[in-house]
């Protein structure tokens, strides 16, 4: 990852109200969502009682997330962008979990009830 990302990354995580948070992405590439996204898109909009614009998130895979040291499957980030360690692209529960992040735009406290309605409580 370059420095410039990974600037942009930091800063992106500062600006959505955490401070000290620490982000590290290794390999950051873009992917096409999978069509199934959609149904999980609609699945997650229907527990939370939210909407939103799946097309607005840009999604992207990597070879390790590390978030205020502990690793992750996977990240979002502000304004719509997505990052999952390679090989989740297909984890429901870590797909949605992001997705209801997006819903959100952050709570990266997971304090809202929304999390247990849908079932996504980071565990």
């Known amino acids: 990852m370059s420095r410039k990302t990974a600037l942009v990354i930091g ?11 620490t982000l590290s992405v290794a390999n ?18 229907s527990c939370s009682g939210l909407t939103g614009d799946l097309s607005r998130i840009e ?4 070879l390790s997330i590390q978030a205020d040291a502990v690793i992750a499957r996977g990240v979002w980030t502000p304004p719509h962008q997505v990052i999952l360690v390679r090989g989740y692209e297909e ?6 979990h992001e997705m209801l992040h997006d819903l959100l735009d952050g709570d990266s406290e997971h304090v809202s009830p929304q999390w247990d309605a849908c079932g996504l409580i980071p565990s």
Do not use: D, H, N
């Open 11 to 21: 800063l992106a995580a500062l600006s959505a109200g955490c401070e000290g948070y």
């Open 28 to 45: 950051k590439e873009p992917f096409q969502p999978l069509p199934i996204y959609a149904e999980w898109w609609a699945a997650t909009e």
């Open 59 to 62: 999604w992207f895979t990597a």
């Open 91 to 96: 984890s429901e529960i870590t797909v949605r």
